[in-house]
Every structure is written in C-alpha cells, then in structure tokens.
C-alpha cells in the first residue's frame, strides 16, 4: 500500500523567502509528526497532530515555523522568512492513534537555504 | 544532553564481518525503533522493539529494559548494508520520540 509522501523531494530557496513543505499520511492515520535533521545533527521534534486535537508545537524552533493539518488528513509545514539555519531535511511520519510508537517515516524534503 | 547516546558513531566494516551498535538511554520508555537512512535522506524503520529480541534476516535487534539498553547486529555484512542507523525511543507517556545522532556504517567489498 502507499506509504508516507512528501513533497517536493528537493528544494532550493534564497534567504528571506518563504516555503511550503508537504506530507500525506498513510490513509487512516490520525498521528502525524514533523521532525528535522540539520547537517551532523540528529532528528528532532518540531510539532505533532493526533485527529482534531490541539497540535502539539513544543518542538518549533521559532515564530517562524508553522504547520496546518487539513481534513485530518495533509499537513504543510510552512517557514516563513527562511534562514540559512534552516537548511535541513525535514521528514514526516505518521501513525495509527493508539500506536504512535509505530512511526512509518516520509522519504523527506531536502531544504537547501542559500 | 541527549538522551539517547550511540556508539561508535562511524564504524568501517569487511564485508561478511559481524556489526554492532549500540544504544543506551537515559529514560523509561515504551518503544525503540531501529531506523536506517540510506544517503539521499529516506528512512526505514527496521524494528520496533518494547522488550527482548527480533530478527529479520541478517539483521537482529536486542533490547534490556531493566538496563536501558538496546544493540544491532548485522551478520555477514553486505556493502547494501552502508548506511546512517538511527536509535530512537518513546519515553513512557510521552508523544514523541528522541533520536540518537546515528551510527554511520560503511561496509567495504
């Protein structure tokens, strides 16, 4: 069956602009995740959704970061006013409601801020 | 501090050696997963684990709970195999995993 998507793979972007970023879930997946790897870092936290309950955002880096999670379903991640810290890959994951601890993960979006 | 700590961070293998990595965290938790990235980014989770041991094909995973502890091992290491090993864990009653910084493996023909 299809896994997790995202979209675009690659994106190259100047210093100031904003981007999009976006992940289709596994169909029937309530949870979804956002999660980031800089260069030589580990991946961390950004922001979690569980069905139509407020999104947990404790892991946003800044005011900057934000992401919507429309019908239950697709989540865009957008930054605002990019940086060039904000090269990353960003990566999605999502989940069966009551099995979070089975994350199936997105291919990522390669974010390339120059 | 992380968390989740991994070792050895690089490893350079002949290939049909016997691997291991290692992952020791610091708090309860309710699953593990063993997660492989190969260059280009994708991730695979490759186990998930909240006790004891599982194996598919070459590779098997090992967890001791009461240790915080968690091990991979690839028998008959194949070039295929090269990749970044990532362990992460689900702390109890949390949301959210925690990442170790990976294990880069580069196995030589």
């Known amino acids: 069956g299809a896994g997790v998507s995202q979209s675009p793979s690659n994106k190259v972007t100047e210093k100031g602009k904003d981007v999009e970023l976006r992940c289709d879930p596994i169909s029937g997946h309530t949870a979804l995740y956002w999660y980031r790897q800089s260069l030589g870092q580990g991946l961390e936290f950004l922001i979690y959704?569980?069905?139509?309950?407020?999104?947990?955002k404790s892991g946003l880096p800044s005011d900057r970061f934000s992401a919507e999670r429309t019908g239950g379903s697709v989540s865009t991640l957008t930054i605002q006013r990019t940086q060039q810290e904000d090269s990353a890959v960003y990566l999605c994951?999502?989940?069966?409601?009551?099995?979070?601890?089975?994350?199936?993960f997105g291919p990522g979006t390669r974010l390339t801020v120059t | 501090k992380n968390e989740v700590e991994q070792s050895p961070q690089n490893l350079t293998a002949q290939e049909g050696e016997f691997i291991t990595i290692n992952c020791s965290y610091s708090v309860g938790i309710s699953a593990l997963h063993w997660l492989q990235q190969h260059p280009g980014g994708g991730i695979v989770s490759l186990f998930m684990l909240s006790s004891g041991k599982k194996k598919h094909g070459r590779l098997i995973a090992t967890i001791n709970i009461q240790e915080k502890h968690s091990s991979l091992h690839i028998t008959a290491s194949h070039p295929r195999d090269s990749a970044v090993y990532i362990c992460a864990v689900l702390p109890l009653g949390g949301n959210q995993f925690y990442f170790g910084t990976g294990t880069s493996l580069t196995v030589i023909p």
């Open positions: 994951a999502s989940s069966l409601r009551d099995k979070i601890y089975e994350q199936y």
């Open positions: 959704f569980q069905g139509n309950s407020a999104p947990d």
